[in-house]
T-cell receptor
Framework: SQQGEEDPQALSIQEGENATMNCSYKTSINNLQWYRQNSGRGLVHLIL?????REKHSGRLRVTLDTSKKSSSLLITASRAADTASYFCAPDSGGSNYKLTFGKGTLLTVNP | GAVVSQHPSRVICKSGTSVKIECRSL??????MFWYRQFPKQSLMLMATSNEGSKATYEQGVEKDKFLINHASLTLSTLTVTSAHPEDSSFYIC??????????FGPGTRLLVL
């Protein structure tokens, strides 16, 4: 498994604004997943994008994937205070062990 | 989406005692589950991969005799922290592999060892 590197490490915005966070990885992937973690809770799966996909939407979330640059971005539109959380990307290189390695994440704070 | 539960959500125990944490996949069968540990303000660290009907695979540096994992059914994996010490205090999170592709996580168990 390989670890994704999220950027920025912290992001503070006002409610209603859009939030963009980025993820870079090192080697080829089968898919890349984004997760959210609210303070003191488990991870919530947000979206999975496969290596042959360039963009995917889910509600207010938009994920892009650029395999040539080995990077992905997560855009949250019209942010809400409830979006305050840490966001992690998890690149999946495939293989039979299914392991994911998590980086430090992006801590998003949405101010009301 | 798939639902994974953990029990208990928090536990306080005395040093030297053992603590068992359960991880259940509620609406799907999971041949593979994972156990993570997370210290304050840090990311999740994978401890071990739990495979139904076989021995768990531990990550480097994780003591298998201290963190006993049993995956006895397709919906239940347990992690037992044996002879717990204050340095084992942490947030333990499990996940279950769905459709061989996506890990769905439990809500976590906060362990405090006094």
């Amino acid at each position: 498994s390989q670890q994704g590197e999220e950027d920025p490490q912290a992001l503070s915005i006002q409610e209603g604004e859009n939030a963009t966070m980025n993820c870079s990885y090192k080697t080829s992937i089968n898919n890349l997943q984004w997760y959210r973690q609210n303070s003191g809770r488990g991870l919530v799966h947000l979206i999975l994008i496969r290596s042959n996909e360039r963009e995917k939407h889910s509600g207010r979330l938009r994920v892009t994937l650029d395999t040539s640059k080995k990077s992905s971005s997560l855009l949250i539109t019209a942010s809400r205070a409830a979006d305050t959380a840490s966001y992690f990307c998890a690149p999946d290189s495939g293989g039979s062990n299914y392991k994911l390695t998590f980086g430090k994440g992006t801590l998003l704070t949405v101010n009301p | 989406g798939a639902v994974v539960s953990q029990h208990p959500s928090r536990v306080i125990c005395k040093s030297g005692t053992s603590v068992k944490i359960e991880c259940r996949s509620l609406d799907f069968q999971a041949t593979t589950m994972f156990w993570y540990r997370q210290f304050p303000k840090q990311s999740l660290m994978l401890m071990a991969t739990s495979n139904e009907g076989s021995k768990a695979t531990y990550e480097q540096g994780v003591e298998k005799d201290k963190f006993l994992i049993n995956h006895a059914s397709l919906t239940l994996s347990t992690l037992t922290v044996t002879s717990a010490h204050p340095e084992d205090s942490s947030f333990y999170i499990c996940s279950a592999l769905w459709m061989g592709e996506t890990q769905y996580f439990g809500p976590g168990t906060r362990l405090l060892v006094l």
